[in-house]
């Protein structure tokens, strides 16, 4: 089951001078503002788990991220007003860190519906061009914007930016760097995912699984710009591959200049973590078994191990390659687990006969309707 969001997920990063510093380090402070809606305005269906993927959204700072719990503003089915308030303490705080000689750090992410002009707030809105103002005049060294919505693409019409063809064009010199980065889930053609399965949509869940760790291309226990926009586009295209709507490309777009990573995640602050080994290789879906959530989904390919930051607890780890479905226990706890392939239970793929008397591969094609504008 998979629903539709049209068409565009950004994520927007103002940096400045020092701005690839650990956010838990001493003389930086941290904040995030995570506003997620399920609410339509007028002529739009409500959402089904954009409140859910803020809630994930602003967990996965404090245990990953290096945000403080207290520091952290989760945010539901706000008005404008609300929202201005928030944003308005948020610039207050800035301001007194920085009077104070110290750093900060904002992050602002927002999952709901949206038009070309502005976000769709129930059934009022905020205009973008005013959420832009408001969230740059805040004078933070690193402001990271995740917004997971309809018709966003305003808010990416950055002044000298050049958009990317595909995702070879973006070199690794190309992101690792000051200035302004846009980071969309689909091209200006495509339409934007939210899958029944995961319960979130296709492009935040792929997101937050590479911040646990699944994006750590070079394995330094930290996720960066960089690796987390990698990660994100090709297991949002692999996913989306299967569906009816078909595949889904997440583009870029930047102005930058200087040198320097920046972290959005340390994975190996984990308390407890699963590996996939490196002979694993197959579609693989790690699920919680005592919350019956599915906590990653991603496309394991041979040769190398990967990491995936999990709370402790019992989990279900299934591996798809070709006809064949391994099913794996896993219990996560301090000093993490690794998935044991001789220990798995492996099974056929049951392949459904068609009234035709032929036979087809099971998909993901069932839709639950369009919502946006």
Known sequence: ????????????????????????????????IVVGTNAGGAGQTDLRYAEDDARRVGGILTELGGYAPGTVDVVLHPTPDVLRDRLAQLATRVHADLAAGRQARVFFYYSGHARATALDLGAEEMPLAELRTR????????TVVVLDACQSGAFSRIKGAAPAADFSFNSRQHLDATGTAVL??????????????????????????GLRGAGDANHDGQVSIDEAYRYAYHQTLLATAETAVGGQHVTFEADLKGHGEVPMSFPRAATASIELPAALEGKTLVQDRRAHAVVAETYKAKGAA?????????YEVLVRHGQALSRCQVTAGP???AVDLDRCATEAIVVEQTKGGGFVRPMRIELTGLVGA
């Open 184 to 209: 969309a889930s689909s091209s200006g053609s495509e339409l934007s995912q939210e899958s029944e399965q995961l319960r979130s949509s296709y492009f935040t869940h792929h997101l937050l699984v």
């Open 306 to 314: 990967v990491r995936i930051a999990v709370a402790p607890g019992d």
């Open 335 to 337: 000093g993490g687990a």
């Open 1 to 32: 089951m998979l629903r539709l969001l049209l068409p565009l997920v950004l994520l927007v990063v103002a940096l400045g001078g020092v701005a690839h510093a650990d956010p838990s380090a001493p003389g930086v402070a941290t904040y995030a």
């Open 135 to 142: 969230l740059f005049s805040v004078p933070a060294t690193l």
